[in-house]
């Protein structure tokens, strides 16, 4: 099969959050199993040409956004596992600073960044001569894709055997704005309808993608029962109108590169047979965090958007109620500036029990996942959480929240079966985190408990093994459906 990938983000070229891991490793396995896949992304200021030796294709290509005719180049590269990456450059909407926005505020033209993106990968896979039979597209910024294939272009012969995929990761952000983003956009207003492309008297990028992809999936599944059922922020009744059509497909971490044996951010490598350098790791991480070294302190981390979904109202409520134990804080973040304050305060009140960083940084990132004992994630809601899955590979025991994705992958640690991979607590029925956290510092304590524990964490497998046929399946489905539909229209 011919796939393309659409992303607003993707590793190793460009992360804001989990949605660059998934597009970045998805593909690889993908290409495993035989298909053609290639990635397009808009290239951003920070995406570096030499880093990654981009090549340009010679020519230019235009599409209108409002009034305005843009005009793009392609960039090209191929990564380490041979896909090919192609970036749509474009010096007014994509060299800034920032992906979404900058110190904390979203840019005031996303819904034009995004207008011109989608137009130009669809104009792009033309101009590359690539007929791809599933595009598939993830978030907002890439829901006008199916909109377009499904009325401007769809007598267009280029794309008669193509089928389109809408992944949701996060059905919070959505991209609405007002109804003229019709005709910026240059659709027709005859398709400014309920069962297309209008919500309330508006143009919803999400929604367009829900309404107008060939089958929508979800990352996890029980994210996918609650956005149909009452975590849909408005799409309810959209996905409930396509209800069998919804997919909730788990995602996996690459377990190549968060490895700890190999890891070369961190102080020692380690794996279940070499569990005591985890300590070394620990010992790094207290002196980065002006932290007392001990192991017998608790040290628990986070590496996070700072972001309302993830918890950090629950998250520094505890770092007060929490002082006086044998516990210590360190946290990585960057995001929403009034987190980011709390937060500065919280760690200013007690230094040598919280340590902050303000910062996007890998390193430092992978020295948390590896030196802590414990993972904090209580969000309030998690489509999927790839976050508490790197920890587990790192035989760091998750705390989280009854949701999403949390939900289908941490288990609660049974001492007396000694099953479960971490600590779960569930805000819907009250249950309180940081009484979660004081009962697994009981079996912190118990360090035999503690060690099958952390083997449990270190033997829990989310690779994309499973979920890749999965996709694989969803996309059979749709080649065979518009087979059929294009047999039954010439007959
Ligand atoms: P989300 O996509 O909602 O942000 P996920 O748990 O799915 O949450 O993925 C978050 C990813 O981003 C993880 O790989 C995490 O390590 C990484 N990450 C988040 N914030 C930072 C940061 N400040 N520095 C480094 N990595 C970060
Ligand atoms: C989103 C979600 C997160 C998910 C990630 C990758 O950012 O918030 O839960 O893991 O996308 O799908």
Redo the contacts with the bound molecule.
Sequence with gaps: MNILMVASECVPFVKV???AD?VGTLPKYLKELGHNVKIILPKYKSIDGKKYNLQTLPFRLNVQVGKSTQSFRIKYCKTKDKIEVYFIENMHFFNRIGVYGNAGLDYSDNKERYIFFCRAVLESVKALMFRPDIIHCNDWQTGLIPAYLKTNLKNDGFFWSTSCVFTI??IAYQGQFSASTIEEAGFSWEDFTPDKLEYYNSVNFMKCGIAMADAVST?SPTYAKEIKEFNGRGMEGVLNSRHDEIYGIL?GIDYDYWNPLTDKYIAANYDKNKLNNKKLCKKDLQKKCGFKVSDNMHLFGCVSRLDN?KGFDIIIDALYSLKDCDMQFVILGSGDNEIRDKLKKAALNMPKKVAVFFDYDEKLAHKIYAGCDSYMMPSRF?????SQMIALAYGTIPIVNRT??LADTIEYYNHFTKEGNGFVFNITYGENFVQTVLKSDKIFKNKQNWNTLMLNALNSNFSWDKSIFKYEKMYNNLVVNKLKETIFSRS
């Design positions: 959050g989990g949605l998934v990761h996060n990352v995602n979904q998690e489509p999927c959480g790839l999403g994705g």
